[in-house]
């Protein structure tokens, strides 16, 4: 098949070889913490403290870790790409990190919200932010001491789902790197893709939950399969 527009997907597992914790692997965050305790709207308003704690110390944390070779890759081929075959690359990602952004990626979509947001449940402006949020700052823009993390938890709607959608039906390839396949709505890209027309790839380190979906399944770490497939579709 001949590709021009290609969407790739990815999640924690392309941030993993840059320290940053995975979600459901051994001793990742839902080991260490109950995504009902933290990652919900109702927890957030059952005990804001905690939860505020938990993105406050995540927020920190990132901004002590630098993008790896994974993120790097897909940041040429997002440049490379579109002179090569005249075609988009999107990369839809479901990390709060800003790896791809600093590891030179431009077309990134953050679907499930971003670490280095706050969002005023107020006014519903958005600001950027890199310090913590536990003491209750004011919002900058209508001075409430409502602003919260932004980012989607379960059972809130992610961002952006039309603009996704959109790039799929336009894509030849989708692309599917370091994610569980566990999350709604991300785990059913790979049908939604493959219904559309799209040929579909898995790159991760062992298979998902939806393996079966993908045309093509290649394992290991990302920072090795990830620019070895980049090399490949550059020539
Ligand atoms: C490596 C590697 C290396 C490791 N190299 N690979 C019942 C059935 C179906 C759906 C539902 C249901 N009940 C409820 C739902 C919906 C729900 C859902 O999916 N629940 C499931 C648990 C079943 N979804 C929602 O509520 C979503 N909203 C929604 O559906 O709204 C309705 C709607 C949708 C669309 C239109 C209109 C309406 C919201 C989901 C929000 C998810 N939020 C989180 C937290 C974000 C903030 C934060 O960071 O704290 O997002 S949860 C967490 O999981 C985070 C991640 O983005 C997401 C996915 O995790 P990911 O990235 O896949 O990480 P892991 O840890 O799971 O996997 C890592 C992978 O990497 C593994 O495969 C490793 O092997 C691999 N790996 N090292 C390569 N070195």
């Excluded at 995975?22 to 957030?44: I, K, N, Y």
């Excluded at 670490?115 to 005023?120: E, F, K, P, R, V």
């Excluded at 409430?144 to 059972?155: E, I, K, Q, S, T």
Aim: aromatic share 8%; glycine share 8%; charged share 25%.
């Amino acid at each position: 098949m001949h590709v021009r527009n290609i969407v790739i997907l990815t999640g924690a597992g392309v941030s993993a070889e840059s320290g940053i914790d995975t979600f459901r692997d051994a001793g990742g965050l839902w080991e260490q913490h109950r995504v009902e305790d933290v990652a919900t709207p109702e927890a957030f308003a059952r005990d804001p403290d905690l939860v505020h704690r938990f993105y406050d110390m995540r927020r920190a944390a990132i901004q002590t870790k630098q993008p790896n070779a994974a993120h790097a890759a897909l940041a040429r081929l997002d440049r490379e790409w579109p002179k090569k075959a005249g075609g988009e690359v999107l990369i839809v990602t479901q990390n709060v990190d800003d790896l791809h952004e600093r590891g030179g990626a431009l077309n990134v979509l953050h679907m499930h919200g971003e670490h280095l947001t706050a969002w005023c449940a107020a006014c519903d402006a958005r600001h950027r932010w890199t310090g913590p949020l536990s003491h209750r700052p004011p919002c900058p823009a209508c001075a409430a001491p409502a602003l919260r993390p932004d980012v989607v938890w379960f059972g809130e709607v992610p961002y952006r789902m039309d603009e996704i959608f959109a790039a799929l039906r336009e894509a030849d390839l989708f692309v599917s790197i370091g994610t569980s396949g566990a999350v709604y709505p991300a785990a059913g890209f790979v049908r939604a893709a493959r219904d559309l027309g799209a040929r579909t790839l898995e790159l991760n380190l062992e298979r998902s939950q939806g393996s079966a979906w993908f045309d093509e399944t290649r394992l290991g770490p990302a920072t090795e399969i990830v620019p070895a497939w980049v090399d490949e579709m550059l020539g």
